[in-house]
C-alpha cells in the first residue's frame, strides 16, 4: 500500500525553537508538498519540490524552510517558532507527469507553539 | 492570495439528497482540477478530478461539473449518505509547461454533514 509518512503526529514547542517536520514517501515520487491546514482557510501551500535539492516557494514560505536531500524524503524546518505557526501540517506527494495532480497525503503534524 | 474559491463554508444535507460544493478559480494557468475527500484525524484523500477540456466526469454518486468560461465547478454528490459526511477541498493545477506546473492550490473546504 502507497504512504506517506510524516514523521510526528503530535508536537508541543516553545517559541523560538527551531523545528523540523520530516515527511517520507515509499512510491518514488518527483514531487513533493509541505501544506498548513487552519480552520477557514483550507490548505495553503508553504513550498514543494519538484526534485532533489530543488524548491519553490508556496503562497506562504515566511517563517519555514525546506531540505530535500533524497527523493524520498521532504522536510519542513521552522528556525525559529512562533505562536502564529501553530497548526496542521500536511507533507504530500505526486508523480511527474499526467499524474502530478493527484495527491497523496500524510496523516499530518499537528504542532503546537507557546 | 487565494486564487480558488469554494462555497459554502459549511453543508447539512438529508440522506438521500444532493450535495452541492462549488469553486470558482482566478486564472486561466490551470489545468487540472481535483476534488478531495477529509475525514477528521486523516490527510485529504483524491475523489475525482476534471480536466478543462470536458464539462462533465461521472464517477458513481460523485460528479464534477466544469464551465470554463466561467472559470467555476461544482461537486455533486447524488444519493448522500451519512459515511460521506467530511471535509470536501476543490484544487487546482498549474498548467503544464508553465513554472508553477507542479503547483498545486486549494479552497477553503466545506464541511458537509449528512443528516440520517
Known amino acids: 500500500d502507497v504512504k506517506v509518512t510524516q514523521s510526528s503526529r503530535y508536537l508541543v514547542k516553545r517559541t523560538g525553537e527551531k523545528v523540523f517536520l520530516e515527511c517520507v514517501q515509499d512510491m518514488d515520487h518527483e514531487n513533493m508538498f509541505w501544506y498548513r491546514q487552519d480552520p477557514g482557510l483550507g490548505l495553503r501551500l508553504i513550498y514543494f519540490s519538484y526534485d532533489v535539492k530543488m524548491k519553490e516557494k508556496g503562497d506562504i514560505p515566511e517563517g519555514y524552510s525546506v531540505s530535500r536531500e533524497k527523493k524520498e524524503r521532504f522536510s519542513l524546518i521552522l528556525e525559529s517558532a512562533s505562536t502564529n505557526q501553530t497548526s496542521m501540517y500536511l507533507c504530500?506527494?505526486?508523480?511527474?507527469?499526467?499524474?502530478?495532480?493527484?495527491?497523496?497525503f500524510g496523516e499530518g503534524s499537528r504542532l503546537t507553539v507557546l | 492570495q487565494q486564487q480558488v474559491k469554494q462555497s459554502p463554508q459549511s453543508l447539512i444535507v438529508q440522506k438521500g439528497g444532493i450535495s452541492i460544493i462549488n469553486c470558482a478559480y482566478e486564472?486561466?494557468?490551470?489545468?487540472?482540477f481535483p476534488w478531495y475527500q477529509q475525514f477528521p484525524g486523516k490527510g485529504p484523500a483524491l475523489l475525482i478530478a476534471?480536466?478543462?477540456?470536458?464539462s462533465e466526469k461521472k464517477e458513481g454518486r460523485f460528479t464534477i461539473s466544469f464551465n470554463k468560461s466561467a472559470k467555476q465547478f461544482s461537486l455533486h454528490i447524488m444519493d448522500s449518505q451519512p459515511g460521506d459526511s467530511a471535509t470536501y477541498f476543490c484544487a487546482a493545477k498549474g498548467r503544464a509547461g508553465y513554472s508553477s506546473a507542479s503547483k498545486i492550490i486549494f479552497g477553503s473546504g466545506t464541511r458537509l454533514s449528512i443528516r440520517p
Open positions: 504530500a506527494s505526486s508523480s511527474a507527469g499526467p499524474r502530478t495532480g493527484e495527491l497523496f
Open positions: 476534471i480536466r478543462p477540456d470536458v
Open positions: 486564472n486561466t494557468a490551470f489545468d487540472y
